[in-house]
């Protein structure tokens, strides 16, 4: 149930992305045409010349073929800066108005401080995480806070606060909060609070209204709590094991 809540909310987000991307797609596209109609522009001129050359003279002259050179070189260049773009890197400061529109690209980790103003992706977070929608491909060490969600790929030690949601694959230590959905997959040790708390190996406190988890050592405290692994899996308002 935790993979379908998180994978719906990177979807929606994912969503929001391929709109603003597809504009730049769409320009690609007529550059490429009018390089192809200047192309057929080029080929029609060597043709008249060769036509006036056979009228003028005998003499036959050859298509040009250097206007074909040329572009392949700049595709080669292009191709060149790409792939030392590709590289990973790190940065102590990082901007995102909505991925891939940031300072530095998703590939990097940032030791300091990120700050999302609409969505931010990066490699891993050390420091300090502030924005909307905040998502990470690794890992979290240090302080979120989203207004929106924050989403992560890997593990999380510190302090993650989100107004919606709060989403992690790997494990999680510390402090986790989210207004109403609070998703750990991996092994929870801390404080989880939200209206919907989920975990699948938890040892701390559960605050939340639905409170669920395969196994865990400490406290539910919970309109509904579960936890499949135990002899009373279902309980109402508080539940505990040591």
Request: proline share 2%; glycine share 8%; with cysteine.
């Amino acid at each position: 149930m935790n993979y379908f809540y998180w994978n719906f909310t990177r979807f929606v987000c994912l969503l929001f992305l391929f709109y603003s991307v597809s504009g730049s797609a769409d320009d690609t596209e007529t550059i490429n045409e009018i390089e192809q109609n200047n192309t057929s522009v080029i080929s029609a001129n060597d043709e008249n010349i060769v036509q006036e050359s056979e009228v003028d003279s005998e003499v036959v002259v050859e298509p040009v073929v250097e206007p074909v050179v040329e572009p392949d070189s700049k595709v080669d260049s292009k191709v060149e800066v790409d792939s030392s773009d590709a590289s990973d890197g790190f940065t102590v400061f990082q901007y995102s108005i909505f991925s891939p529109i940031q300072l530095f690209p998703e590939n990097y980790d940032v030791y300091g401080l990120r700050i999302n103003a609409l969505y931010g992706e990066n490699r891993s977070i050390y420091g300090v995480d502030l924005g909307m929608y905040s998502a990470l491909s690794q890992d979290m060490y240090g302080f979120q806070l989203a207004g929106v969600a924050c989403s992560r790929d890997g593990d999380a030690f510190g302090v993650s606060v989100a107004s919606i949601a709060n989403m992690s694959i790997g494990d999680d230590a510390g402090l986790s909060v989210a207004g109403f959905m609070n998703l750990a997959s991996g092994e929870f040790t801390g404080l989880q609070i939200g209206a919907v708390c989920r975990a699948q190996k938890f040892n701390g406190v559960q605050v939340g209204v639905f409170n669920h988890c395969d196994d865990f050592k400490g406290f539910q405290f919970g309109l509904v709590n579960i936890c499949r692994n135990q002899s009373l899996p279902f309980t109402v308002l508080l539940n505990f094991r040591f």
